[in-house]
């Protein structure tokens, strides 16, 4: 699932506030923010030959329009728009990539929790719970199922109702000031006649500071909000929602492979732009954001809805994306249900034998995944090990101190790999416009880039060796900071990650150089 960032104030929700466009890419000591160092690291390279690097993103697909992507876009030189398989892959006219959400009805947008289609296949299974016995065969574990399916619908659904009237009162606001762009000082004008009412003119003044116009703010963090709250009321956590017809497979079939359509774009693409963007925007062209990485070719495999990606999607999603060559697939999705896990370790494992490197986003729920499940992940569930280049990443923002690992990042000293920039990332977005995102899904981006880099100047490295150049050259910090690890307390920010640091590009490229000379 692609997880909104939101923040609990009284009564309703918003997204967090954004930072400094593009300090993803900062230098800790020239800027004093905890940036990769990219303007170092491409000093460093400087005069040296580069190989193009294909990286495949996982995602909910990508504006292939967009200014600061089309030209780094990959594109199959096997493939035209003729209606045939030319390359005889399986998938006709995959120019671009492909989508595993979709077919000639349409494209899926939203879709449930993996919860909600657990609860539902337990509804049909047990459908009348009062006369079965006690120890019915899979009746425990539904009904287990089924209250945190209960407990989650009632907090959306309060959560809904919070953002609703935030924005009757917002919109009460503006209706008394009378003008479509009020200033600071209208608001401040405005007499407020309840706490929910102060605490709104509060926000509007704070957030009047970071955005250049209300509407602007309006457009992002409440009507957002409130769209983002009606799709999980509606689709999310709906389990007489049920879009899968439109793709056409057999979901049973966990064999199938050859469905979906060729529009690897689909609805719904600001997620999987925005990733992209963060990898591989066209660099030093003066539009928009620079990506990390300079000489690659994005590949779009759409397999992510906006509710919780399927098993067989993933899998199927990153066989193909080997298959077509990528040596980077970014991941920035998870969820905590995984009912066909063995066929993703399989495609896992697959990507390990062709010397794929794995960069999965860690998650955005503030859990410990040493003792919290997060899927995919790298541990195969049959006993047999575990994928050894995979990277997990959780989110860090922008200042060194307690607010150094992002407040929503899972973390977890034995499972999370590294930490990299994930608060308030400008990056691109469909129509070739750019905002702000939150989320270890902007992190993972940011270590891709960094491992498409290497791959592209180091190309003799494996993959298991670019994962171990990245984990070895971090920045470590063992200075407490804030963490929800057994409750909010303060906590040495290198025991929440493998490596204790912040990836950095340059001293990943340093580390590279210096090992490349000893071979």
């Given amino acids: 699932m692609k997880k909104i960032i939101l923040t609990l104030l009284p009564g309703f929700c918003l997204a967090t506030a954004s930072a400094q466009q593009g300090w993803q ?51 199959n030189p096997r493939e035209k728009r003729n209606g045939r398989d030319d390359d005889k892959n399986g998938y006709a006219d995959d120019t671009y990539g492909w989508s595993f959400l979709g077919s000639a009805k349409g494209n899926v947008q939203y879709d449930n929790s993996e919860l909600t289609r657990l609860v539902r296949e337990g509804q049909q299974q047990f459908p009348d719970l009062n006369n079965l016995p006690a120890d019915t065969n899979g009746l425990a574990l539904y009904k287990t199922r089924r209250q945190l399916w209960q407990t989650r619908m009632v907090k959306a659904k309060q959560q809904l109702r919070g953002i609703t009237y935030a924005r009757q009162v917002i919109d009460s606001i503006l209706h008394t000031i009378g003008k479509p762009e009020p ?14 009412q102060s605490s709104l003119k509060s926000m509007l003044l704070a957030r009047s500071r970071e955005y250049p116009s209300i509407s602007a703010f309006l457009s992002k963090e409440i009507y957002g909000a409130l769209e983002h709250s009606k799709a999980e009321v509606n689709y999310t956590l709906n389990p007489d929602y049920d879009p899968r017809g439109i793709v056409g497979d057999n979901i049973t079939d966990l064999t199938e492979t050859r469905y979906g359509t060729a529009d690897a774009m689909g609805p719904g693409a600001s997620h999987g732009t925005h990733v992209a963007g963060i990898i591989g925007a066209v660099r030093n062209n003066g539009v928009g954001l620079d990506g990390v990485a300079d000489n690659v070719r994005i590949m779009s495999i759409r397999a992510v809805p906006d509710g919780d990606e399927r098993d ?81 990443v959780g989110a860090s923002g922008p200042r060194l101190g307690e607010s150094l690992p992002a407040r929503f990042s899972n973390y977890g000293h034995h499972t999370v790999d590294v930490f990299a920039p994930g608060v308030g990332i400008w990056s691109s977005v469909p129509g070739s416009k750019y905002d702000n995102m939150d989320g270890t899904s902007m992190a993972a981006p940011v270590v891709a880039g ?69 071979q």
């Fill in 183 to 196: 200033t600071r000082e209208d608001i401040l004008a405005i007499q407020t006649n309840t706490m929910e």
């Fill in 25 to 75: 890419h900062k230098d800790l000591s020239a800027d004093s923010l905890f940036g990769v160092s990219t303007a170092k690291t491409y000093e460093l390279l400087k005069g040296k030959k580069s190989k193009t690097v294909l990286v495949a993103v996982i995602d909910s697909g990508i504006d292939s329009t967009h200014t600061d992507l089309k030209a780094v876009l990959w594109q």
């Fill in 450 to 518: 960094i491992a498409a880099l290497i791959r592209s100047y180091y190309p003799a490295f494996s993959a298991l060796e670019v994962k171990e150049i990245i984990m070895e050259s971090v920045v470590k910090y063992n200075g407490p900071v804030l963490s929800r690890k057994n409750g909010l307390q303060k906590i040495a920010f290198s025991e929440l990650s493998i490596s204790g640091g912040v990836v950095n590009a340059a001293r990943a490229i340093e580390l590279a150089a210096a090992r490349a000379a000893k």
């Fill in 312 to 392: 067989k999607d993933v899998a199927n999603a990153i066989r193909y994306a080997v298959d077509n060559g990528a040596r980077v697939i970014n991941m920035s999705f998870g969820k905590h249900f995984s009912p066909h896990k063995p066929l993703v370790d399989e495609a896992v494992k697959y990507a390990m034998k062709k010397d794929v490197l794995l960069v999965h986003a860690a998650g955005n729920d503030a859990l410990d995944l040493d003792i919290e499940e997060n899927y995919p992940n790298r541990v195969y569930a049959d006993g047999s090990g575990q994928a050894a280049a995979w990277l997990e």
